[in-house]
């Protein structure tokens, strides 16, 4: 289950302006306003779902909501590629969801949107992966239930790295040598994605940084960061990067399709990368950048909240519990049978069989050696300034200091608004 697989982009959420001209249309999709229709008894409610890219996932969810028996629960499956702007113009109106998938963001926490979940994850807190427990948590409680891990890496066709005399890069300086080397009049070397943002993140961690320390203060601007800023201009200036694919980097036809040797993507993917290539496939960490960098891993994914300000925050809470919490087939069936995702219980991911062996295995090793996980404070306006900082850096040749400069004055307010 592709975490943009409906081309959707966590950086555009809180565009309010947007969002408020949305809450009309979405009022007014039709006669399902996603009250009532379940098959359980007492309260109705409602949760929200992006429409996942993979086929079964809409289906094992009403599922998984028909077999709940203490309310009738109905699914909004919001299609397109505007799920937050939907998501959150309904949040100021009575359609309002009681349950929704999202990811962890201290705005919602802060303005009181998403519920406290400390009291149903405490019991089990322990069978979590830690990491996830800690993406969630602002002033000691729990925000929001992680759903399933979906790490990020690089994809290869083996036979044309052999073909090449390439090896498996470990440096950023290397990756851009293999683009070279696997760059012909018909395929591309390297695929990052259109716009590049996907990998921002894991070029700060392979560098050896932080996006914030531990003090909430900015750790990414580093010699090491600017020196890989420099690299990705001379990469995306060589014409061994491929540009404008006919889908993103969540998609996995620009390797499967035979567009690029090299494609960063999610182990969402990785079924029907399989299906298309065999075994003609390895994955890497997105490599250590400078002397001191270390390869990383972004573990994307997604989570369940509760919409603190809804009517039925209890038997939503119920709900919540019931399916992430104690339905443990549930949870494996939604991790590992519509694409490859990684159950965010420890319990869960030991036992998950279609993950223990071949290719899956090889995407957890690097999981659990590399990953990085979001930090609930890096908010949608960090995301935005850093997507500056590519724009300008590396898509237009621009001094990465002076670009850095600029992302600093943007993230320092954003900060100061958070945290005084």
């Given amino acids: 289950m592709s975490a943009q697989s409906s081309t959707w982009d966590r950086r555009s959420i809180f565009r309010a302006a947007a969002g408020l001209a949305a809450a009309g249309t979405l009022a007014a999709c039709g006669g399902n306003n996603g009250r009532g229709g379940g098959s359980g008894s007492g309260k109705n409610l409602v949760q929200y779902f992006h429409a996942y890219g993979e086929a079964g996932v809409e289906q094992a969810v009403k599922r998984y909501a028909k077999a709940y028996d203490k309310a009738d629960v109905s699914t909004q499956w919001i299609t397109g590629a505007d799920y937050e702007t939907k998501l959150f113009a309904a949040l100021l109106t009575k359609q309002a969801p009681d349950v929704f998938e999202f990811h962890p963001q201290i705005q919602m926490v802060k303005s009181g949107q998403v519920a406290d979940l400390s009291d149903i994850i405490d019991p089990v807190k322990d069978d979590f992966n830690p990491a996830d427990i800690t993406s969630h948590t602002f002033d000691g409680k729990i925000y929001g239930v992680r759903m399933i891990d979906d790490p990020q890496f690089f994809f290869y066709r083996k036979s044309m790295l052999e073909k090449a005399n390439v090896s498996v890069p470990t440096t950023l300086d290397e990756l851009i040598e293999a683009a070279d080397k696997l760059t012909t009049s018909k395929v591309k070397g390297l695929f990052l994605g259109n716009d590049l943002h996907a990998i921002e993140l894991p070029l700060i961690w392979s560098a050896g940084a932080e996006p914030l320390t531990e003090k909430n203060e900015i750790g990414y601007h580093t010699d090491a960061v600017v020196d890989g800023l420099r690299l990705l201009r001379k990469l995306f200036s060589s014409g061994n990067l491929l540009l404008d694919a006919p889908a993103d980097f969540w998609d996995p036809s620009a390797i499967s399709q035979g567009l690029c040797a090299i494609q960063f993507c999610g182990m969402w993917a990785m079924p029907v990368m399989q299906q298309a290539l065999g075994d003609d496939l390895g994955v890497f960490a997105f490599p250590k950048v400078g002397s001191s960098g270390r390869p990383s891993v972004y573990n994307g994914g997604w989570s369940m909240f509760v919409n603190a300000k809804g009517s039925n925050v209890d038997a939503a809470k119920e709900y919540v519990k019931w399916l992430w919490l104690d339905q443990r087939k549930y949870q494996e069936d939604f991790a590992t049978s519509y694409g490859f995702h990684i159950p965010p ?33 890096w908010t949608q306006a960090m995301y935005s300034a850093w997507d500056a900082v590519m724009a300008d850096c590396v898509r237009k040749g621009g001094d990465p200091e002076a670009a850095l400069d600029a992302c600093d004055k943007k993230i320092d307010r954003e900060l100061k608004k958070l945290f005084g």
């Fill in 345 to 377: 219980r420890t319990s869960i991911a030991a036992q998950a069989g279609k993950l223990k062996s071949g290719l899956p295995s090889e995407g957890v090793k690097l999981f659990n050696t590399y990953g990085h996980f979001d930090n609930i404070s």
